[in-house]
DNA sequence: GCACTTTGGCAACAGCGTTGCTTAAGTGGA
DNA sequence: TCCACTTAAGCAACGCTGTTGCCAAAGTGC
């Protein structure tokens, strides 16, 4: 079966066909309300927190797993209450028990960790000249990756067609009925919550297309579509290791754009806009941008990186980005994009000495400086992201408002 | 001094910081669960979240009141749900009938609001040569104003000394049971979740000195503890309409300052140290600034509005918001402080300005320009924002996360 | 071999919002 | 005047949540 059924809705969680019976997992609720936002909850919103909260401990805490008092004492919850949560999650097939611990003393723990291969997402990159697809395991490990060669000014039809024959070309568990959803990054700017393009740098045919729907009807898959940087962002948000911190993801490549994560969450602001890191004024009626204002940090940036100074590109890019850790507070700052990765070295010192200095000037002992790193992931970093925009939901971030996805069955 | 038995329990949830997740616990020992941050919920929690979005909700409607089954519309809740959860509400004396309204074709809807008298908070604003203390109600109205002369340098028992003297000269309300806490602002920075304060400049004493606590063991109450532009944002923002808005606080004073409410909830960063907008670079290598730093808007700012130029001074500092707008795309910027209250009309113009002129150039329509205005309150602002330090925590902020306070009970 | 510790499940339970139905209190047409 | 209809709101029973109390399982250590 390589295509999906093209009438089925995709937006809803569209009704089992009657016939249609279902295996071993439990269709628990046909989600009966759409829900206003910022609405109340009942008891599916309690349980999906919960299991969601338990998910994301279970994929921090990776293959080593966890035990269940371990589970109780990081949520708060009862031993028992933990017991009876995961033994729902046992039967949806997301988690297992695999093995025991040494005792301590007493009956040895038995340890569970997630079951990989019960979902998978797809996560896209659809860059100005190349597109790459990876498939996506539940713990968040790439399965498969292909990239192809891209048009983006060829048209919607030649794009969708390009998409639609990667996936086919991804291996058989793309096309199972595991896959929860496509994640879709683009170059921005875009809307986030409609899924509609905007001006794409270059490209000003796209604007106004419904990428996220178009895709969708194509696929037969749920789709979500955001700003590569963002995609980038929540697929390194991941890596940390305590999973509420903040950071910026700063991606100099042809132009600057970056990718907010503040506490734990990628943030997209109130028009899904945020991020727009380039075109800050760093210098007052400095240099005139392409964008039509004066001294963006972008030009000033990618002046320098032309003209074959990267070590004082790099100073502007500290400045900028020191502006961002005092504004923000965050606790990290991540550098990638292809500008960056051609001297990382060069960028990271130059970074790191503008954050230096101004925790120098700050002395505050404990704000010590600020780290700042190369991105992780490399050129399929973004990919890897878009595939975590579908799977996050699933996982109770930090601090996240209630009815994080819970147990999602697939389709 | 007062009528507070000191060894009294304030009991009832500790006031927590909107926004994160931390309990913040009040000097003695909370009851129930010490709840590890980012935990699990059980029913007290599911209850205590639309509590608190119910009391969110009857806030907005204000003196006007909303109906049962308007309040089940906007929460998604089930009218019988909200029946009960304001019956609850009511017996705590926090909510009241209060008539009805005109019939649309059958049974007229009874209409609820809050009593404003329920509940007290007390406000303070510890400005470096000034006191202010306000008494707020339930409904965020300010029932009673205090100021008195301060200052800072005098030392802790001084300052303390002063608080309790304007703190005694409240009316009585201000003693009775039902005050819940007091929201203590100051210039920053300071550490909120340890309630400790940091370098006030011109005031290296106060380095490391636990306020919080020592307010809280003078006053007998609970006490949390905030820069002043984050109080003032906070005041601010239940001003909005919607309650779910993203804006910007800019304060110019002697210095300046920034409160950030992202998404209707107040943006502390990882060390509750976001907001520090004065030391942006604006001007690569520019003029040096106190701070150490070169060409930070502050300095930039200041320097021109005191040599008499406050429009270039407006235009500076609407390029530091345009800057702003653009990196976290919020959708208000709001101008509060001395120096542009001085001159409030040339502020307001110069950054609407840059503002305009920003949205000119994204062409967007749809985002066209962001609105700029002088910020209510005028020099009552922080201390009113204050005592929503302590208020916040009983109403639901649009998508806070579990277990805002509900309904708390006093003593 | 026995006391002890640690782990984890079973059963009963209190409390949450939901469902189904009834009552209250209006409007409007015959 | 009466009766059908509409809207509002409460009562009772219910399903499901995590919690509590208790007990069995499975180790360690003397």
Redesign the interface.
């Known amino acids: 079966m390589t295509s999906h059924d093209p009438d089925e809705r995709v937006a809803g969680p569209a009704p089992a066909p009657p016939g249609d019976a279902t295996p071993a997992t439990s269709p628990r609720a046909a989600a009966p309300?759409?829900?206003?936002?910022?609405?109340?909850?009942?008891?599916p919103?309690?349980r999906g927190?919960?299991a969601a909260?338990?998910l994301g401990l279970l994929r921090a805490a990776g293959p080593a797993g966890v035990s269940r008092l371990e589970l109780a004492?990081?949520?708060?919850?009862t031993p028992q209450?933990v017991s009876k949560i995961l033994a729902r999650l046992r039967v949806d097939g997301l988690v297992a028990e695999a093995g025991r611990r040494a005792s301590t003393g007493g009956k040895p723990p038995t340890v569970l960790r997630l079951v990989p291969e019960a979902r998978y997402a797809i996560g896209l990159h659809l860059d100005r000249d190349e597109l790459t697809a990876v498939l996506t395991d539940l713990a968040g490990r790439t399965v498969a990756a292909r990239t192809a060669p891209l048009d983006l000014g060829a048209g919607a039809s030649a794009v969708l067609d390009t998409v639609a024959g990667q996936l086919a070309a991804l291996p058989d568990e793309a096309r199972s009925s595991r896959v929860l959803g496509v994640g879709a990054a683009c170059p921005g700017?875009l809307d986030h919550t409609a899924g509609v393009l905007?001006?794409v740098t270059g490209f000003p045919d796209w604007d106004g297309f419904p990428l996220r729907d178009a895709l969708a009807e194509r696929l037969g898959l749920p789709v979500v579509l955001d700003k590569d940087t963002n995609a980038a962002a929540l697929g390194l948000a991941r890596r940390a290791p305590d999973g509420?911190?903040?950071f910026a993801y700063l991606h100099l490549g042809t132009g600057l754009g970056?990718g907010l994560v503040?506490?734990g969450v990628l943030?997209?602001?109130?028009?899904?806009?945020?991020?727009?890191?380039g075109?800050?004024?760093?210098?007052?009626d400095?240099p005139r941008c392409g964008?039509?204002?004066r001294?963006c940090v972008e030009a000033?940036c990618l002046d320098r990186a032309a003209r074959g100074e990267p070590a004082e590109a790099a100073r502007?890019l500290g400045?900028?980005a020191?502006?961002?850790v005092?504004?923000?507070?965050?606790?990290r700052v991540l550098l990638g994009g292809r500008t960056v990765l051609a001297r990382s070295d060069t960028y990271v010192r130059g970074v790191a000495g503008a954050l230096a200095?101004?925790a120098r000037?700050r002395g505050?002992g404990?704000?010590s400086a600020i780290p700042v790193a190369v991105a992780e992931g490399g050129a399929q970093a973004v990919a890897d992201g878009a595939a975590h925009l579908v799977l996050a939901p699933l996982f109770?971030a930090?601090?996240?408002?209630?009815g994080g996805g819970g147990a999602a069955e697939p389709r």
Chains 1, 2 share one sequence.
């Open positions: 309300a759409p829900a206003p936002p910022g609405g109340g909850a009942g008891l919103a309690l927190h919960n909260l338990m004492a990081h949520t708060g919850l209450a700017p905007r001006r509420r911190g903040s970056a503040l506490g943030y997209r602001g109130a028009r899904t806009g945020a991020g727009e890191f075109h800050q004024v760093l210098q007052l400095g964008c039509g204002k001294g000033l502007i400045v900028a020191a502006n961002l005092e504004l923000l507070d965050i606790d200095e101004q000037i505050d404990g704000t109770g930090p601090g996240t408002p209630f």
